[in-house]
């Protein structure tokens, strides 16, 4: 598990920071909105992969 946590980072750019600090707050809604809608739009769509063991089970 230590090796996958290395995968990510661990601080944040500072150039992320400061065009975080310079957008206001109706943009930063906006933002994390959008993206909130994105992941959720993602888990209600079913997956169009298929294993070979769910392709047997018929």
Not at 18 to 47: F, H, I, T
Request: charged content about 35%.
């Amino acid at each position: 598990m230590d090796q996958q946590l290395d995968l990510f980072e661990k601080t944040t750019k500072h150039w992320v920071e400061r065009l975080w600090a310079r957008v206001g707050a109706e943009q930063r809604e906006a933002v994390l909105n959008a993206l909130a809608q994105m992941a959720a739009s993602r888990l209600e769509r079913p997956s169009r992969t298929h294993t070979k063991d769910n392709a047997d089970e018929s």
